[in-house]
């Protein structure tokens, strides 16, 4: 299996800047992609900003030039430098991540989330 651990969040005042950061641990064969989602409460998740192993990178129209996704392959993580926040970026951010696992029968896809950190933006 594999396992997301998730550091960072926090509060902070809007206009401030905050970074999150998920480090895969496993017997990851390969990454296809990380990425980051947020759920406020009442609210369905949605996808925040994902990176392929291609290096294509997607963002949701309300944080992008806000937001920057940056992954190490070599470390298996990926962090999320959020600037510019809002109290409207207030949320839970789940790391995801998607790829495939190295087993005794072969490759085997994966996809697991961490567990989630609070990001509160508020005066």
């Known amino acids: 299996q594999v396992e997301l651990a998730e550091s960072g969040g926090g509060l902070v005042q809007p206009g401030g800047s905050l970074s999150i950061s998920c480090a895969a641990s496993?017997?990851?064969?390969?990454?296809?992609?990380m990425g980051w989602y947020r759920q406020a409460p009442g609210k369905k998740r949605e996808m925040v900003a994902r990176?392929?192993?291609?290096?294509?990178?997607d963002y949701a129209d309300s944080v992008k030039g806000r937001f920057t996704i940056s992954k190490d392959n070599a470390m298996n993580t990926v962090a999320l430098q959020m600037n510019s926040l809002k109290p409207e970026d207030t949320a839970v951010y789940f790391c995801?991540?998607?790829?495939?696992?190295?087993?005794?029968?072969?490759?085997?896809?994966?996809?697991?989330w961490g567990q989630g950190t609070q990001v509160t933006v508020s005066s």
């Open positions: 990176v392929t192993n291609d290096d294509s990178i």
């Open positions: 496993g017997n990851i064969l390969s990454l296809d992609a």
């Open positions: 995801n991540v998607v790829g495939y696992l190295s087993t005794d029968f072969g490759p085997r896809p994966f996809a697991s």
